[in-house]
């Protein structure tokens, strides 16, 4: 496992209205096998995501916050 795979990508989500939503959906993305740290911010309407691009991906991490209850654009 080396450094090269993991990758940081900024996902726009609409949907969430407090800091319960920000959990939500920080806990929803960390719980994807692969997620390495997840900054979800509010006002910005916005989770930074890393994870290791070899165990999963941006579909599946947006999947997740469908799940959830949000919509990633
Ligand atoms: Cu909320």
Do not use: Q, W
């Amino acid at each position: 496992m080396g450094v090269n795979s993991l990758v940081r990508e900024t996902i726009k989500i609409e949907g969430m209205a407090c800091n319960h939503c920000v959990m939500r959906v920080g806990r929803a993305i960390a719980s994807v096998k692969g997620v390495t740290e997840v900054d979800v911010n509010l006002e910005k309407k916005e989770a930074v995501v890393d994870f290791e691009g070899d165990k999963t991906d941006l579909g599946e991490i947006k999947a997740v916050v469908r799940e959830a209850g949000y919509e990633p654009a």
